[in-house]
């Protein structure tokens, strides 16, 4: 049973009155906990208040809002191996953690059963170390991490479209992010593998595999299996562009789910593989995203997974 419940909520994304109201509807007749609210801001996307919040000695911390702010209480979490659980309330475009864990969307009153009452999970969380133009950077992730078009898309999207139509305004922005994607070689090492050179226009590294609209990028990615899945796609012209997308759509999409298969095709133009750490090193600095914020341009960064680092309902 929840007995104090400390809710870092985002008032960006909504009111405290409209949390307040879905979670008494949550409760319904049952006894509510003592909570307490730690509110976000411009400065603070989430780890001073998750902190202040820890500090309070919750049973139960729930984080309300979109992708950013899930992403910041993750990362104070993990960092200090804390065991108390976490439960998400989505109040953002994207929320690919929370579609990832089948967590209830546009739904206050479901998703705050669904923290007040869910089992915890065990669920990876991954650490990225990047070189920046501004030097080092250490960032935590929950969903995926790596550049070409993913990365491009992000930078390109219109940020009024996006709060008017969601995660279609990202569609809007393939075309110029495709265009922005050239083939680059890069050097890539995986866990104690030798490191070998590649070369593709996108590398995506990734804890959990589906993205909005509910499109699976990555169907092996599991939270949970201490590993990380990634994805290097490298087509040029229409022909390669079409054979991407049926392998992508068809081969380890539908056909899968048909066969019940657990296979994953790869081919000269998609390549999927599973490390624990990747060391990766480009020729010249290119944009890259975390959780689908794009945070700079880089040349050189380090993947790593820290096997059950959170405890999610």
Same mark, same amino acid.
């Not at 049973?1 to 979670?23: C, F, H, Q, Y």
């Not at 997308?245 to 000269?268: A, P, Q």
């Given at each position: 049973?929840?007995?104090?419940?400390?809710?870092?909520?985002?008032?960006?994304?909504?009111?405290?009155?409209?949390?307040?109201?879905?979670?008494?509807?949550?409760?319904?007749?049952?006894?509510?906990?003592?909570?307490?609210?730690?509110?976000?801001?411009?400065?603070?996307? @989430?780890?001073?208040?998750?902190?202040?919040?820890?500090?309070?000695?919750?049973?139960?911390?729930?984080?309300?809002? @979109?992708?950013?702010?899930?992403?910041?209480?993750?990362?104070?979490?993990?960092?200090?191996?804390?065991? #108390?659980?976490?439960?998400?309330?989505?109040?953002?475009? &994207?929320?690919?953690?929370?579609?990832?864990?089948?967590?209830?969307?546009?739904?206050?009153?479901?998703?705050?059963?669904?923290?007040?009452?869910?089992?915890?999970?065990?669920?990876?969380?991954?650490?990225?170390?990047?070189?920046?133009?501004?030097?080092?950077?250490?960032?935590?992730?929950?969903?995926?991490?790596?550049? @070409?078009? $993913?990365?491009?898309?992000?930078?390109?999207?219109?940020?009024?479209?996006?709060?008017?139509?969601?995660?279609?305004?990202? #569609?809007?922005?393939?075309?110029?992010?495709?265009?922005?994607?050239?083939?680059?070689?890069?050097?890539?090492?995986?866990? $104690?593998?030798?490191?070998?050179?590649?070369?593709?226009?996108?590398?995506?590294?990734?804890?959990?595999?589906?993205?909005?609209?509910?499109?699976?990028?990555?169907? $092996?990615?599991?939270?949970?299996?201490?590993?990380?899945?990634?994805?290097?796609?490298?087509?040029?012209?229409?022909?390669?562009?079409?054979?991407?997308?049926?392998?992508?759509?068809?081969?380890? &999409?539908?056909?899968?789910?048909? @066969?019940?298969?657990?296979?994953?095709?790869?081919?000269?133009?998609?390549?999927?593989?599973? %490390?624990?750490?990747?060391? #990766?090193?480009?020729?010249?600095?290119?944009?890259?995203? #975390?959780?689908?914020?794009?945070?700079?341009?880089?040349? %050189?960064?380090?993947?790593?997974?820290?096997?059950?680092?959170?405890?999610?309902?």
């Amino acid at each position: 049973m929840t007995r104090r419940l400390a809710i870092v909520w985002n008032p960006s994304k909504t009111d405290r009155d409209a949390l307040a109201e879905g979670l008494r509807a949550a409760l319904s007749d049952t006894a509510a906990p003592e909570v307490s609210w730690w509110e976000t801001t411009e400065d603070d996307p @989430g780890r001073d208040a998750t902190a202040q919040a820890i500090a309070w000695n919750p049973d139960l911390v729930v984080v309300a809002g @979109g992708d950013g702010t899930v992403r910041a209480v993750a990362e104070h979490l993990a960092g200090i191996d804390s065991s #108390v659980e976490l439960a998400i309330v989505p109040l953002g475009t &994207g929320n690919l953690l929370a579609r990832n864990l089948d967590i209830p969307l546009n739904d206050l009153p479901a998703a705050f059963t669904r923290a007040l009452t869910g089992q915890p999970r065990s669920v990876d969380m991954g650490w990225v170390d990047v070189e920046l133009a501004d030097g080092h950077e250490r960032h935590g992730f929950v969903v995926m991490v790596g550049f @070409g078009i $993913d990365a491009h898309m992000i930078a390109e999207t219109n940020d009024d479209l996006k709060d008017k139509a969601g995660w279609l305004a990202y #569609v809007e922005s393939l075309g110029r992010a495709l265009s922005a994607s050239d083939i680059v070689p890069f050097h890539i090492t995986a866990d $104690d593998q030798p490191a070998r050179d590649e070369e593709g226009h996108t590398l995506l590294i990734a804890n959990c595999g589906t993205l909005q609209g509910g499109f699976t990028l990555l169907p $092996d990615a599991d939270p949970s299996d201490g590993e990380l899945d990634y994805l290097l796609l490298s087509a040029e012209g229409i022909g390669q562009w079409a054979g991407t997308l049926k392998t992508m759509l068809w081969d380890n &999409g539908l056909k899968r789910l048909i @066969g019940n298969s657990d296979e994953t095709t790869s081919t000269d133009t998609v390549t999927h593989a599973r %490390a624990r750490k990747l060391e #990766v090193t480009l020729p010249e600095p290119h944009p890259f995203e #975390v959780d689908g914020e794009q945070i700079g341009d880089t040349h %050189a960064f380090t993947v790593t997974v820290q096997p059950a680092a959170l405890h999610i309902r």
